[in-house]
């Protein structure tokens, strides 16, 4: 099957938040909006992923805000 991901919302170092994709890539985190915020996507046996968030939550990037 396809393999498991994990999304690790982090500040500096810090985990604040992590959450397992499904089958579709979809997963859920809640956080609070901070500075310096990223996401680190990890796939057994491969070298992490990182996407920083700064500005990333605006309309035109599409990524969706929940609630």
Do not use: H, M, S, W
Not at 7 to 19: F, K, N, P, S
Not at 33 to 62: C, M, S, Y
């Amino acid at each position: 099957g396809t393999p498991a991901v994990r999304v690790v919302l982090e500040r500096g170092r810090a985990a604040l938040a992590a959450a397992v994709a499904n089958e579709f890539g979809e997963f859920v985190l809640e956080y609070v909006e901070k500075d310096n915020l990223q996401l680190r996507l990890e796939v057994l046996g491969q070298r992490p992923l990182f996407i920083p968030l700064g500005g990333a939550l605006t309309p035109d990037t599409g990524l969706v805000r929940a609630g």
